[in-house]
């Protein structure tokens, strides 16, 4: 369908900017994914912007907002992107930045924030006012939802769930402290830790956490570490249920694709510690590995004006496809 407001989401990862024109129907008509650079990132990012914007104009739709999503510590009211380790960004004006190129309007928001709005709007939350959304990937972070709000913090730095040192004592995280969840619970964590294993006589070659995910049940060491990265996730999601009391918590990212084998012994691992209340629900995302991307789209119709259309739009699945 040619002639619609449409607006361009952008998802700037440490490894991958992934972008797209999306309409006002939640139909992602034009998509593009290139690596992030090691410098010039905002210059490859007005550059990505400029030629979804060019695409959008030839499918004869009109582009009449656009949203970018990082990661790190994001004020949202400023558009400035505090901190930002895996793109070596502090302090950076990254809606000034922006724009002065364009005419449209433009707002910048939180990468994990981005996608607990997508999972609450079309996903596995939905409807809820009172979930937590957790993507697990390489590393590990949280999207708090209470009364339908995202709690951001005083500095925009909440929901750093994978830095709560769950294990005392514990293995060296790349953040400086001892036992952090991610060091156990994460792509990284599961891949280092079983190349670990396997150094020590038990283990094979080094693998991928998906590659470790399909050895569970048949290698001890992946059941060794998996059962490791249970144990800790259910005790990080315990800490997290005592203290706001989600109805539903979401696990998203790479980690969701191991289905059951995840979702199962978290279940129980999560209701065996919590001793005198009942567990909240536990779901996979269904908005997948494109949460990110799917939700500065809906920041942007928001910032047009035009929040209501997400209101239209298919289940997550039809729209992450
Ligand atoms: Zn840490």
């Not at 001793?275 to 590995?289: F, K, N, Y």
Request: net charge negative; charged share 15%; glycine share 14%.
């Amino acid at each position: 369908m040619s002639g619609e407001s449409v607006v361009l989401a952008v998802d700037l990862g440490g490894s991958s900017m992934k972008g797209a024109v999306v309409t006002e129907h939640g139909e992602t008509v034009a998509a593009e994914r290139r690596p992030t650079p090691a410098t010039g990132i905002v210059a490859a990012l007005i550059e990505l912007l400029l030629e979804l914007e060019a695409t959008a104009l030839e499918l004869g739709h009109t582009v009449i907002a656009a949203a970018v999503v990082t990661p790190g510590i994001v004020e949202e009211s400023s558009g400035i992107v505090r901190y930002a380790s895996n793109l070596n960004w502090r302090d950076v004006p990254l809606l000034e930045l922006l724009g002065v190129r364009f005419e449209f309007p433009i707002t910048v928001g939180h990468d994990v924030r981005a996608a607990g709005l997508a999972e609450r709007l079309l996903g596995a939350a939905r409807g809820s006012d009172e979930f937590v959304l957790v993507p697990i990937g390489t590393g590990v972070a949280a999207a708090l939802v209470t009364r339908g709000d995202t709690v951001t913090g005083a500095s925009g730095a909440a929901g750093e769930f994978g830095h709560i040192p769950v294990v005392p004592g514990g293995e060296l995280c790349t953040c400086g402290q001892l036992g952090c969840l991610e060091v156990y619970v994460s792509g990284a964590g599961l891949a280092r830790r079983y190349a670990a294993l396997g150094d020590a006589g038990l283990g094979g070659p080094a693998l991928s956490s998906s590659e470790i995910v399909e050895l569970v049940g048949s290698d001890p060491v992946a059941d060794e570490v998996w059962a490791d990265a249970v144990r800790v996730l259910a005790q990080g999601l315990a800490i997290m249920t005592l203290l706001l009391d989600p109805a539903v918590i979401v696990i998203g990212g790479g980690f969701a694709q191991a289905g059951d084998v995840l979702l199962s012994p978290v279940r129980a691992a999560l209701a065996e510690g919590l001793a005198w209340r009942d567990a909240p629900e536990v779901l996979l995302s269904t908005v997948g590995t494109d949460a990110g991307r799917i939700g500065a789209a809906i920041l942007a119709f928001q910032v047009a004006g035009r929040g209501s259309v997400v209101n239209g739009w298919p289940a997550a699945s039809a729209v992450a496809a």
